[in-house]
């Protein structure tokens, strides 16, 4: 549990912004045996949401009544904290993992890429222009490893399916190339291949241990597949590496306080709070 002067310097906000989050009843913290409020790390969280769409420019009267709307429309037992929020434009829309709508109307706003995924549909481009002096696939068995990597990297966005095969490619030339590694994970992991993503990670922890995009990507597959502990040890890995990371902070944070251990996960809160500030 956390007092409000934590939750406030965690969140890097103001004792008024606070007390109008109270008022509008968006969290309903306890009373410790002395009477302080005390807030849960959910509470930190839905609070941490509201923050970041008031940094979209959403006035900080509509993300409340928002908020209000949308705890009316959620089931019981559905806490805010556990609904992913999103600012477009000037609105804010509800991403519940299936679809994506607005909590001010319940109106279903169309995530076409989603639906192409689900459904096992591609988008065809209508050209693609080869780019002067690039090779064609047939030459990939020419390139170097380097080589296959870098026309990865280039096409990762409109063919993620052929950049997955480069990769594999360039790591057919180089096994221990980590970055390579890295990346194939990635895209992998986007396509919930979670455990193949994983293999991928930790190929290129072994090749290259220091790496901490790789120690957190680890984190992240291991948490996707339900392993707690293990995503602990991987974040914790992560700030060993580098230790100003403030996403792999907010991770281990978020874990240690689900484990048990919120006098932990106060440090790392704390910490993520100044790396976010000076950004």
Known sequence: ?????????????????????????MVAPSRGDDGELRFT??????LRKAEGL????????RVHRVLRKLRERLPDGVPLSGVNLAAEGREIL???????????????????ARL??????????????RQPGRPANDDAEQL????LYERACAIE?????????????ALVR?????????????????????????LHYRAALKARPQDPTAAFNVGVALEDLGLGAEAIEAYEKAIACDPNSADAHYNVARLLEQAGKPEIAIRHLLIYRQLTRRK
């Open 1 to 25: 549990m956390f007092t409000a002067r934590e939750v406030a310097t965690v969140l890097g906000m103001s004792a008024g912004r606070l007390r109008s989050y109270l008022r509008s009843g």
């Open 41 to 46: 790390f959910q509470d930190l969280v839905l």
């Open 54 to 61: 008031v940094a979209g420019r959403i006035a900080p009267q």
């Open 94 to 112: 509800i991403d519940d993992g299936q679809v994506r709508w607005r909590p001010d109307s319940g109106q279903v706003v169309f995530d076409f």
């Open 116 to 129: 192409a995924r689900d459904e096992g549909a591609s988008v065809t481009p209508l050209l693609r222009v």
């Open 144 to 147: 170097s490893a380097l080589e």
């Open 157 to 169: 966005e409109p063919s993620p399916g052929e950049a997955r095969e480069l990769y594999r490619r």
């Open 174 to 198: 180089d096994p221990d190339y980590a970055d390579a590694h890295v990346n194939l994970g990635r895209l992998l992991h986007e396509a919930n291949e979670v455990h193949a993503a994983l």
